[in-house]
């Protein structure tokens, strides 16, 4: 059951129903799926420097342009795919960040064939579960992030700044940043979200 449209949301949501719907229905929610955890994080990359509701827009195009963010057949892609992509209406067309999703395709295989999950990579950064802010502050970044972007950077990946991953870490729930009037702050959410949040955090 979605939170009233009069509900308060932190406030980024603004008046925008796609955010809204987003923000009730996704964002903070903990991911522990690495291609969907992947797929996250090379959206945030796209938003770089944009809104986040300009990405979202396009999510399904990108997922249609990116095969389904599956990193085998994106780290195959050629320069007829970088060609193609940039041609796609549908997703935003920035080569640099195109390069680096095909790059960070071929970055995140790698780590699987060293035998390092990408899941269990990133929630090792947080082993005693998602850390909650409770500074009352908007932080574009925190020394987590930092340690999250140095460690990727470390396995080749591109586009992973300490901002970019403070931002995918909020919305894959390793960090826990609703603002603190906001009805699904974790002291003030509704009974039916903290049950479906933790039902998506078991599963």
């Given amino acids: 059951m979605n939170a009233p449209v009069t509900a308060r949301r932190c406030a980024w ?5 796609l955010l809204a719907t987003y923000h009730d229905e996704e964002w903070g929610q903990p991911v522990h799926d690495g291609r969907a ?3 996250g994080l090379m959206l945030e990359g796209f938003q770089a420097g944009l809104s986040w509701v ?3 827009k396009r999510r399904e195009g990108f997922r249609r342009a990116f095969a389904g963010f599956d990193p085998v057949r994106v780290a195959a892609f050629d320069e007829g795919d970088i060609a193609r992509l940039m041609a796609d209406p549908g997703i935003i067309r920035a080569r640099r960040k195109i390069e680096a999703t095909i790059g960070n395709a071929r ?3 790698r780590m699987y064939e060293q035998g390092e999950d990408f899941a269990t990579f990133a929630w090792s950064m947080t082993p005693d579960g998602p850390v909650h802010n409770r500074t009352g502050q908007v932080q574009a970044q925190s020394p987590l992030s930092q340690a999250m972007s140095v460690a990727l950077r470390a396995r080749g990946f591109r586009f992973v700044g ?4 403070y931002a995918w870490m909020q919305a ?4 826990v940043d609703h603002d603190p ?3 699904h702050y974790p002291d003030m959410a509704p009974p039916e979200y903290a049950a479906r949040r933790n039902s998506r955090a078991r599963g």
């Fill in 54 to 56: 300009t990405v979202l």
């Fill in 107 to 109: 970055a995140l295989l």
């Fill in 13 to 17: 949501v603004g008046n925008n129903a």
């Fill in 181 to 183: 009037g906001c009805i």
């Fill in 37 to 39: 955890l992947w797929e």
């Fill in 172 to 175: 894959m729930g390793m960090i």
């Fill in 162 to 165: 300490p901002v970019i991953v």
